[in-house]
């Protein structure tokens, strides 16, 4: 079983910053490909950022430039830190781990639970 478990969330006034975390943990060989989604009010869960074990990154247009996405391989653990938030930044961000190989070799992706981001003018 595997688990991922995300913090760091909360309320920030708009052009602050907030660094969320999101560490997996289980039966866990290795892990491709981590990153962030997010899903506001009345919207679809976006891609924020992704990034490979390589270190490979990826983001969506609307954050690039103020969202930076790294991580620790032997920590299993991901994180986003984010500048010069924005009210548009306001959702929930969900940590997502894909390719997750176990020392059965099976593989999955896994979801963690959701942290809440507001951003307050």
């Known amino acids: 079983q595997v688990r991922l478990v995300e913090s760091g969330g909360g309320l920030v006034q708009a052009g602050g910053s907030l660094r969320l975390s999101c560490a997996a943990s289980?039966?866990?060989?290795?892990?491709?490909?981590m990153g962030w989604y997010r899903q506001a009010p009345g919207k679809q869960r976006e891609l924020v950022a992704t990034i490979t074990g390589r270190g490979d990154t990826k983001y969506a247009d609307s954050v690039k430039g103020r969202f930076t996405i790294s991580r620790d391989n032997a920590k299993n653990t991901v994180y986003l830190q984010m500048n010069s938030l924005q009210l548009e930044d306001t959702a929930v961000y969900y940590c997502?781990?894909?390719?997750?190989?176990?020392?059965?070799?099976?593989?999955?992706?896994?979801w963690g639970q959701g942290t809440q981001v507001t951003v307050s003018s």
């Open positions: 289980g039966s866990i060989f290795s892990i491709n490909i």
């Open positions: 997502v781990s894909n390719g997750v190989r176990t020392p059965q070799f099976t593989y999955g992706t896994y």
